[in-house]
């Protein structure tokens, strides 16, 4: 008989968003006249700037011509996307990423997964919590998270690192030994960041260890802070440690369109074996590419109009950030997150539960939220709101969030 991976019977439903789905159409089915404001999902919502639609256009019209069609390209990527990201994205930042340790993607979800594939399934995972699910569920499929322990709403074998307002929502360095360490900065769902000295520390844990920090950027265009990394790759040290995660999706709203990247370095090598040479092997058994379209509409984005208009689009959502952030502070909430990310994270007010609070912004202010606590147990106390909204909409969600709250 064919035996299945047991592993996946062992995942929990994927609760969060199916709930928060369920209880929102519960209520609007009793007050069909609501008019809600939804602040929970991180899809983006502006259209594609001019500079990408031109691009694509382009690349559609070549692709129709003898010799402008593309068939099967390079599994990692067109040059000419390569080459851009390492100019604008790491050279500019004055760190030397060459174009041959870029795998362009379909998305930063796909190789947060993905990457996996390459280590053992003894090694010890270490994920921040609250968490973007993707990390645990991918290893938890793989067979390195052990058994799930419902009550806890944990899994055995992980190594959970707490991110909480004590602690400024950095993750502190394990007791135990880990292997594989996720990171996510500017973090989803806390919208916190980390300093430089605490990268630096990861990086040297790492480094003695023998340790791969698998760092998820794919929030870093949102960064204003001056001294606030934008790349582990800033961090001395990381080149024998860490392998990144970018992706278009929030920087250039290509979360419809998938594009992003995997930057695993040449002097990246754990036992024996260069892990640029690993990725590069699965990659091209398992991966076709990602259609020569869409790496023209990426690589539009790093042309000085497509630079200029993405920025616009972002800062329209860092302004959505800022309205919420001081528009819940000025009503007496506790919120984190909002400066250099997309998220808030708002702490409920007197101390009542995640559900609970999310409850309560549904039924009296009509605002969709995602409770902090689905993102594992130390989001618990907490919401998420996400700056992805459109500007009107979400000044009124303040506003109504406000009212509700002097009642
Ligand atoms: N990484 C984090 C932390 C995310 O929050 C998301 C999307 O929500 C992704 C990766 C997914 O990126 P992509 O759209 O490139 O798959």
Redesign the pocket.
Known sequence: MTQINDNFLKLPGSYLFSEIARRVSAYTQQHPEAKMIRLGI??VTRPLVPAVIQAMHAAVDEMGTAEGFHGYGPEQGYDFLRSAIAQHDYAARGVDISPEEIFV????????GNIGDIFGTDNVVAVCDPV?P?YVDANAMAGRAGEYQAELGRWSKLVYMPCLEENGFAPKIPQEKVDMIYL?FP???TGTVATREQLKAWVDYANANQAVILF?S??EAFITQEDVPHTIFEIEGARTCAIE?R????TAG??GT???YTVVPMELERGGAKLNALWNRRQCTKFNGVPYVIQRAAAAVYTDEGRKQTRETIAYYQNNAKVIREGLTQAGLTCFGGVNAPYIWLKTPDGVGSWEFFDRLLQEANVVTTPGAGFGPSGEGYIRLTAFGDADATKEAVERIKTMLSK
């Open positions: 991180g899809d993607s379909d998305g930063a979800k796909s190789d947060c973007y993707v996510c973090n989803n769902p998820d794919a929030y995660f992706s278009f999706s929030k290509f979360t998938r594009c992003a």
